[in-house]
């Protein structure tokens, strides 16, 4: 049974697109691998909740999935090949229930006359079985492509990595190589390793979509990342230089004087490369206070209470 992916991540089917993001966001945090190590249960939970954000959180992809269902969903997907025969099917079931003949009358489908391919054409559009050339005059044909999907760690995402994959229990291994910064749902393309071709031509490609699982403190916007950095408040007040993790390796950042929970600053050039893009990293200060209580520690918070200048939300507002 197909699965229902607004069931999946527990939204409405009009929900929100902000509300699609924060429902996720919320679920990837409570299932995330790293939160349930060794619980394959909720590792399997987590790649379909990711499955099905990707698709109701992509407006095209979330239109056709409303259209046609799990369908729309497969690689190759023909929507207005699919539509045709959605019509002429139709069209054939008014006809029984006027009394007409049974069977589809194929010659809907191409507007009045027989498609120069034959069936064959229209099939090999509708289920991807048809390969990517003309099946004219008994031409070779090229095999179909194979759709896979592979769920790669986030930094491997972001440096490149290269994997060796095998598409079918016992069959060949082949080498996949992810470009540096690719990110969710990218496609990687195999040349040579799809369906073998059905009458001598060239063998169809491997397809295989890219997922991305999250990191436990790097978020990614396109070619950018952002990261919440723990700061003291001793670092917060007066300033000081921090080590900060990147893509590159570490670096030191100045922490300005007074800084405040919230307060972002820019590294770039520190972000994701992707071709010829180079994004930035934003740091967000997390100003931490000590999670223990002590007579010193409440001396120390009623002495930073007493050198705040009245109410510190004063000035919020709806």
């Known amino acids: 049974m197909a699965t229902d992916l607004y069931k999946e991540l527990g939204v409405a089917k009009s929900a929100s697109a902000d509300e699609i993001k924060k429902v996720y966001k919320k679920l990837a945090a409570q299932l995330h691998p790293d939160r349930n190590p060794g619980d394959q249960k909720t590792e399997a939970r987590f790649k379909s909740v990711n499955r099905a954000y990707q698709v109701l959180s992509d407006p095209e992809k979330r239109r056709l999935y409303d259209e046609f269902g799990e369908e729309s969903l497969r690689e190759g997907f023909n929507a207005a090949a699919t539509r045709a025969y959605r019509n002429a099917a139709h069209a054939t079931g008014a006809r029984r229930a006027r009394g007409g003949s049974g069977g589809i009358n194929f010659e809907d489908l191409s507007g009045g006359g027989m498609p120069p391919g034959g069936f064959g054409d229209i099939f090999g559009d509708l289920f991807g079985g048809g390969g990517r050339g003309?099946?004219?005059?008994?031409?070779?044909?090229?095999?179909?492509?194979?759709?896979?999907?592979?769920?790669?760690?986030?930094?491997?995402?972001?440096?490149?990595?290269?994997?060796?994959?095998?598409?079918?229990?016992?069959?060949?291994e082949v080498t996949v190589r992810v470009p540096p910064g690719a990110g969710e749902g990218d496609k990687v393309r195999v040349p040579g390793h799809g369906a073998p071709s059905m009458n001598g031509g060239a063998p169809g490609d491997l397809v295989i979509t890219i997922h991305v699982s999250p990191h436990p403190f790097f978020e990614r916007d396109g070619v950018d990342l952002y990261l919440n950095l723990p700061i003291t408040v001793g670092e917060a007040h007066r300033g000081g230089k921090v080590r900060v993790p990147t893509p590159d390796g570490p670096v030191t950042l100045s922490v300005p004087k007074h800084a405040q929970s919230g307060q972002e600053m820019r590294l770039k050039g520190k972000g994701v490369k992707r071709a010829s893009k180079q994004g930035d990293l934003y740091v967000r200060f997390l100003v931490k206070l000590p999670a223990q209580d002590s007579e010193a520690i409440d001396q120390a918070i009623a002495t930073l209470e007493s050198a705040m200048a009245g109410d510190v939300r004063a000035a919020l507002h709806f």
Do not use: M, N, T
Not at 137 to 148: N, W
């Open 134 to 172: 003309p099946r004219r005059g008994g031409a070779a044909v090229k095999g179909a492509d194979v759709a896979s999907e592979v769920e790669i760690e986030f930094v491997s995402a972001i440096r490149g990595a290269e994997l060796r994959l095998r598409v079918q229990d016992g069959g060949e």
